[in-house]
């Protein structure tokens, strides 16, 4: 067994310099406008054989709202019982004094009272010490907090901080949807695991160590949502680039496949050039697709996503080719332009369904384009004047049917149009701004309407009650 950190590393002197070995050259210059951005030290021990973790991490935490904070919060996601395992917090201190705790809502909200209020523009470092086991097997939740005899899969592995916006936001876990919320934050992670292990995460590694059957990685994120990793003696690598990104592809074994790594990859690269193309460019110097035991297919993180392993080796290209391309879609709408994802899902997950559609007219294929939005039209119908909302809560929904018909579909189709009304040109120019306007922030549905009718030059009140009231 790996042996476990005692404390997390210091901070480097200048740690927004080191950030900068995640991001290109050309946005380094970006995390000037981050230098009160949440700050995670992390040092961890994981073994993926049995599935435990073991760590200490200490946040560095500004306060950037007008009213004094009394406490900070954690999610602790992985207690959610529908999706994840389990997570637990043995200390919470300050200066190294110990500070009471509480746990909330399953478990899954720790909530941490502070012996003085927190100013306006005030700093405070909280030092904490955590435990999670990852549970054997995929068939519990999404699967993205997991281990097999093939792979291990990290999602939420650690506290992780509540947004702040008019208060701490901590909604329930939703039954289906996305939980994983957090504000852009930068994190500088050690981890240690046993030699031979691939590990695959957000951000870029800077540092590699092997000793004693031990490998230590030493990794920044860049700005990030989260911090999500996978690992397995299995992985099979490969790369290519895209508009100074470096793409990588890791696959696991198999005899054969319905689709072949090489079209794998050959299929990312070109769903990436589109993206660049239509959304803007992609500040990191990375970008990794991995597989994983993923049940409901696919799922996002910054700088990195899950793909089921099954969807490649025994699933149609096409829908293989959908799923793959509407992850990759969410490095621009999740990460780069944030959004709450259990109360306006379709911020993030319509923008990157109909992604696939702008990356198949983008690579030529304009038929298979179409046969994508004809199909959403036969299998979910347009939105109905008893449907939901397209900007329902996830909340308010027990089935993936019924969540992905009107979240994921009915809001791929208002895109569609909604670009029909504003002409391409417009269309993309809009698509353009959000993501100049709102990187490393968070876009409201509210946001994306005024941005809309502004490019539009027109009130588009119409169009927007058939799918929003």
Do not use: C
């Not at 935490?61 to 395992?85: C, K």
């Not at 990852?134 to 592995?157: D, K, N």
């Not at 290209?317 to 332009?337: D, G, M, T």
């Not at 909302?389 to 027990?398: G, H, Y």
């Amino acid at each position: 067994p790996t042996a476990a950190p005692t404390a997390p590393a210091p901070p480097p002197a200048n740690p927004l310099e080191q950030q900068g070995a995640a991001l290109q050259p050309r946005f380094r210059a970006e995390l000037n406008g981050l230098a009160q951005a949440p700050r995670y030290t992390i040092q961890a021990s994981v073994d993926p054989r049995t599935g435990q973790v073991t760590g200490q991490m200490s946040v560095q935490y500004t306060h950037r709202s007008a009213q004094p904070l009394t406490e900070l919060v954690f999610r602790l996601l992985p207690n959610a019982q529908a999706i994840y395992g389990s997570l637990s917090v043995a200390n919470v201190a300050r200066n190294g004094h110990s500070l009471q705790t509480t746990l909330a809502q399953g478990h899954t909200v720790l909530r941490v009272p502070l012996l003085q209020p927190l100013q306006p523009g005030q700093t405070i470092t909280l030092s904490l010490a955590f435990r999670a086991q990852v549970p054997a097997g995929s068939g519990q939740g999404y699967g993205i907090f997991s281990r097999s005899r093939e792979s291990l899969s990290l999602a939420g592995w650690y506290p992780l901080l509540a947004p702040y916006q008019d208060g701490w936001q901590t909604p329930p876990v939703p039954a289906v949807g996305d939980a994983m919320w957090a504000e852009t934050s930068l994190y500088d992670v050690r981890l240690i695991v046993p030699s031979g292990y691939e590990v695959v995460s957000t951000g870029t590694a800077i540092e590699r160590q092997d000793r004693a059957g031990q490998s230590t990685w030493h990794i920044v994120s860049g700005p990030a949502r989260e911090f999500a990793l996978a690992m397995s003696d299995r992985f099979e690598q490969r790369e290519t680039q895209v508009d100074g990104v470096r793409l990588h592809l890791y696959t696991l074994p198999a005899s054969a496949a319905a689709t072949a790594p090489d079209e794998a990859l050959k299929m990312m690269a070109a769903a990436f050039k589109a993206y660049v193309a239509r959304f803007g460019p992609y500040p990191y110097t990375e970008f990794d697709l991995v597989e994983a035991a993923v049940g409901i297919g696919g799922y996002e993180f910054s700088g990195m996503v899950y793909v089921d392993y099954n969807r490649r080796v025994h699933g149609p290209f096409e829908q293989y080719r959908y799923l793959s391309a509407h992850e990759i879609a969410h490095q621009w709408w999740y990460n780069l332009v944030g959004n709450a994802s259990v109360d306006e899902p379709w911020l993030d997950e319509a923008l990157a369904s109909y992604a696939a559609i702008l990356y198949l007219q983008y690579a030529g294929d304009a038929q298979g384009a179409a046969r994508l939005v004809e199909g959403w039209e036969a299998d979910y119908g347009l939105r109905r004047p008893g449907d939901p909302p397209v900007d329902s809560n996830a909340l308010l929904f027990s089935n993936w049917v019924a969540y992905r018909r009107t979240v994921y579909y009915h809001g791929a189709l208002f895109l569609d149009e909604l670009r029909q009304t504003l002409g391409d040109e417009r269309f993309f120019a809009l698509l353009q701004r959000l993501q100049t306007q709102y990187r490393y922030r968070r876009m409201t549905t509210d946001d994306f309407l005024r941005q809309a009718e502004d490019i539009a030059g027109h009130d588009i009140a119409a169009l927007w009650a058939r799918w929003f009231r």
